[in-house]
């Protein structure tokens, strides 16, 4: 014999025992389990096809030069087959759903692309070959077809290394020791121990650390609750944001409402001499006009979407939509934190001309009276109420210019 191939048959009939040792003890059915199984089964093909083609090359005067090329093209293309189970398993340990297709589906275009070429080294050899006299021979491209293998394995440690905040100390631990224990034994073998068949036995230790750790009722239990906690968790996390949203948003006119901005109003207050030092506060309030007479001689709808126009305007318009409220039935208030008085003067013009634009595409009287303060040394209580008196004097003014509406 020219291999050594008693740790290879040691090695599968102890992947035999954990194969059905599993099957009896950890009847589960989960995707991991499942994929479990398929791994175990594939390694037993790969161990046969491997003890199968040291026979052959040892014995190549009993054996046809075609069944040694056949028997090893099918054991490097179930051993690839193995690498990338191997490697899916790490990831579906260890990747977060939102990365898992996209990733696996990367190795998969990999695995594919690697079964071709092993199909396609039986008629051009770049990986091995076999010799007219029926000898195994090594190719050009043998240790990149052995790199492409340890490729699936190295992809694994790779999404272990990017999530390794997201993860336990024993699933590093054991995927460290499922990268050591495959990794290793293939670059003894190559490098060192050509005649020893090694690599699957490395398999098989694999096998029974993962049997024992990620297989156990107690780990897929604890898998199982910390996965329905992850998505407690987000659906929590979406009710808070819907809650948030219900309570702070205004559905009429989908700007934040008065609960935003009062509190919007008191951590200003709270923060105020500290905002004031780096940044410019300045106060807009506007206020729709004509809004009793659409409603009393045009009907609510009017009023409604004389509402909505204003917060669409508002929305067009200004730089700080974050910052922007309906807090009253017709009135508006804009708080900008950080813009330049020009800056903000440009806005508030654009925001006069588009109020002046719809008001000749409706056919109902659409104005707005408004006015803007810069923040100084006053409170922004105090501020707030010098802006309100500004707004509501070109308030005024409006109704002496339209007397009809007003009187309405």
């Known amino acids: 014999m020219i291999y050594d191939v008693e740790y290879e048959i040691a090695a599968q009939i102890f ?3 954990i194969f059905v040792y599993s099957c009896i003890n950890y009847p589960m059915r989960s995707r991991k389990n499942i994929l479990f199984r398929i791994m175990s ?4 093909v790969t161990q046969s096809f491997d003890i199968l083609s040291a026979y052959v090359i040892s014995y190549k005067d009993i054996f046809p030069r075609t069944v040694n090329i056949l028997v090893n093209t099918a054991y490097f293309f179930c051993g690839t087959i193995l690498c990338y189970m191997l490697g899916a398993y790490i990831d579906y340990h260890i990747i977060p759903e939102n990365g898992k297709k996209l990733f696996l589906r990367t190795k998969l275009v990999l695995l594919i692309s690697e079964e071709i070429a092993i199909a396609a080294n039986a008629y051009f050899g770049f990986f091995f070959y076999i010799t007219e006299d029926n000898i195994y021979t090594h190719g050009d491209w043998f240790y990149v077809m052995h790199f492409v293998s340890i490729l699936f394995i190295v992809m ?11 993860l336990g100390k024993a699933q590093i631990l054991y ?7 495959y990794v290793l034994p293939i670059v003894f073998q190559v490098l060192f121990f050509k005649n020893v068949l090694i690599i699957m036995f490395g398999a098989s230790l694999i096998m029974l650390v993962t049997l024992f750790s990620l297989e156990t009722p107690d780990y897929i239990k604890l898998q199982t609750t910390l996965e329905e906690l ?3 968790e987000a659906e929590l996390e979406k009710l808070n944001i819907e809650y948030y949203k219900l309570a702070h948003y205004d559905q009429m006119s989908e700007l934040l409402n008065r609960t935003a901005y009062e509190e919007m109003i008191s951590d200003l207050e709270a923060n105020l001499p500290k905002i004031r030092e780096e940044k410019m506060i300045i106060i807009f309030m506007a206020d729709l006009n004509y809004l009793k007479y659409l409603n009393d001689n045009l009907g609510h709808n009017s009023g409604d979407e004389a509402i909505r126009n204003v917060a669409l305007i508002i929305k067009e318009t200004f730089s700080d939509k974050e910052n922007c409220y309906r807090i009253g039935g017709d009135e ?6 950080g813009n330049k008085q020009a800056e903000f003067e440009k806005m508030y013009q654009k925001f006069m001309d588009k109020v002046a634009e719809k008001n000749e595409e409706v056919d109902y009287p659409f104005s707005v009276a408004s006015a803007y303060y810069v923040v ?3 409170s922004i209580y105090d501020a707030i109420q010098i802006v309100d008196n500004m707004m509501y004097e070109n308030k005024e003014l409006i109704k002496k210019n339209h007397p009809h509406f007003a009187r309405t």
């Open 376 to 378: 100084k040394d006053e």
């Open 332 to 337: 508006f208030c804009i708080i900008s934190i």
């Open 15 to 17: 992947v035999l025992f």
């Open 175 to 181: 995927g460290s020791i499922i990268i050591s224990l």
């Open 41 to 44: 089964i594939i390694l037993i």
């Open 230 to 232: 992850e998505k407690t």
């Open 156 to 166: 694994a440690g790779i999404s272990m290394f990017v999530n390794i905040r997201l």
